[in-house]
């Protein structure tokens, strides 16, 4: 394996489903050993979440344990909780996610650990940062729901719509990978670590960026819109004669070209779409008069005419059809496995970092490295 900017770093992953688990396969991937700590009895809950399976585990799982080794422990029994507190204190990060209060009863709380291993980055995801919070509500769907974002999802006048992934959960993963590297070279300078808190709920009010802005701001609730934008017209999908097509005619340049693509260069030059802001007042008229003459040729025509004037434009395709294309395929790494055959994963989003194709190690199976780790608790070399 290559050298990797994590490379000496290990990970105690306490951490299940979605937030923690996807934020140590970011460190994984990135070069850190990464030991998922699972109960006995299943191990982590996505690991059932199927179908589809391969072999015992669910895709679901499989999609963010890549890189990993499983450990697994029952944290009820005292000889288990001081074998994890040996390799907390032979780790340089904690992540867990957890209810709170929860880690402290099995005597595993920050307090509990500092103390003995003072440089430890300490990772944390809870459901919310306030104290004056309306209970535990640590579900991405719940989130969705107490966060305002199914207030704005979905086609007007039809009620609220859950967004396709639970995107809040990887947003607040990749909140909390940023926090724990921050506090890793903090640590650096300072030979001291600390307890990083990301709150999913708080994860989730960045997420909505200039939704929230707009309320914020400018006093203006947003309702669903369908796949229209809030603050730009025309920047939506239209149905063209056999699927949507995805136009996205950011500024009065754009506009003025798509007009013309669509052979409507009156449209430019009416007064009431003379700029961005008359446009988004008019909407209706205007996305009525567009939807009209997309509807009458095939999303291929009007990508082809789009992009041939310089506008920005692409159909809405289905998963299948983005794995099929030319960049679909280049986002996914097969990685071989003894258990389950090839594995068809998505492969770490960044390039010029020193990372390789050898990166890419197989999901764990549940226990597959509690005899290795055992093992190298019971020593002084790497893991």
């Keep these: 394996m290559t050298d990797a900017p994590l490379d000496g770093i290990v990970v105690a992953d306490f951490s299940r489903v979605l937030a923690g688990p996807l934020s140590t396969m970011v460190l994984a991937d990135l070069g850190a050993t990464v030991i998922k700590v699972e109960?006995?009895?299943?191990?982590?809950?996505?690991?059932?979440?199927?179908?589809?399976?391969?072999?015992?585990?669910a895709a679901y799982f499989l999609a963010v344990n890549r890189n990993k080794r499983s450990l697994t422990l029952d944290l009820t029994d005292p000889d288990d909780v001081e074998l994890a507190r040996r390799l907390i204190a032979r780790s340089d990060v904690l992540v867990e996610n957890f209810r709170p209060g929860v880690m402290e009863r099995f005597g595993l709380g920050y307090e509990d650990l500092c103390a003995t291993n003072p440089a430890l980055v300490y990772c944390s995801v809870i459901a919310f940062l306030s104290d004056e919070a309306p209970g535990d509500a640590g579900y991405d769907l719940l989130m969705q729901a107490l966060s305002g974002f199914m207030s704005i999802t979905g086609e007007r006048d039809r009620g609220p719509v859950k967004i396709g992934s639970a995107i809040l959960d990887v947003?607040?993963?990749?909140?909390?990978?940023?926090?724990?590297?921050?506090?890793?070279?903090?640590?650096?300078?300072?030979?001291?670590?600390?307890?990083?808190?990301?709150?999913?709920?708080?994860?989730?009010?960045?997420?909505?960026?200039?939704?929230?802005?707009?309320?914020?701001?400018?006093?203006?609730?947003?309702?669903a819109l369908g796949t229209e934008h809030p603050s730009i017209v025309p920047y939506q999908v239209f149905p063209a004669a056999d699927g949507g097509l995805a136009l996205a005619a950011g500024n009065d340049k754009l506009f003025r070209r798509t007009c013309v693509a669509l052979g409507r260069g009156d449209l430019a030059d009416d007064p009431d779409y003379v700029d961005?802001?008359?446009?988004?007042?008019?909407?209706?008229?205007?996305?009525?008069?567009?939807?009209?003459?997309?509807?009458?040729?095939?999303?291929?025509?009007?990508?082809?005419?789009?992009?041939?004037?310089?506008?920005?434009?692409?159909?809405?395709?289905?998963?299948?059809?983005?794995?099929?294309?030319?960049?679909?395929?280049?986002?996914?790494?097969?990685?071989?496995d003894d258990d389950r055959g090839e594995l068809r994963l998505v492969r770490s989003p960044w390039r010029g970092i020193g990372l390789g194709e050898d990166q890419h190690r197989a999901p764990p199976r549940l226990g597959e490295h509690t005899d290795d780790v055992r093992a190298w608790l019971a020593t002084e070399g790497d893991p």
Excluded: C, M
């Design 39 to 57: 109960h006995p009895a299943g191990g982590d809950d996505t690991r059932v979440w199927g179908p589809p399976f391969v072999g015992d585990d």
């Design 171 to 223: 947003v607040a993963g990749l909140y909390l990978t940023v926090g724990l590297l921050a506090a890793l070279r903090d640590r650096d300078r300072t030979g001291v670590g600390r307890h990083v808190e990301v709150g999913l709920f708080d994860a989730s009010i960045s997420a909505l960026a200039n939704q929230a802005g707009n309320v914020l701001l400018g006093d203006l609730v947003p309702t």
């Design 276 to 336: 961005n802001a008359h446009r988004v007042a008019n909407r209706g008229r205007l996305v009525a008069a567009l939807s009209a003459v997309f509807a009458t040729r095939p999303v291929s025509h009007w990508v082809d005419a789009l992009s041939a004037a310089g506008v920005p434009a692409a159909p809405v395709r289905t998963l299948d059809q983005v794995f099929e294309s030319p960049e679909g395929r280049s986002t996914v790494v097969t990685v071989d």
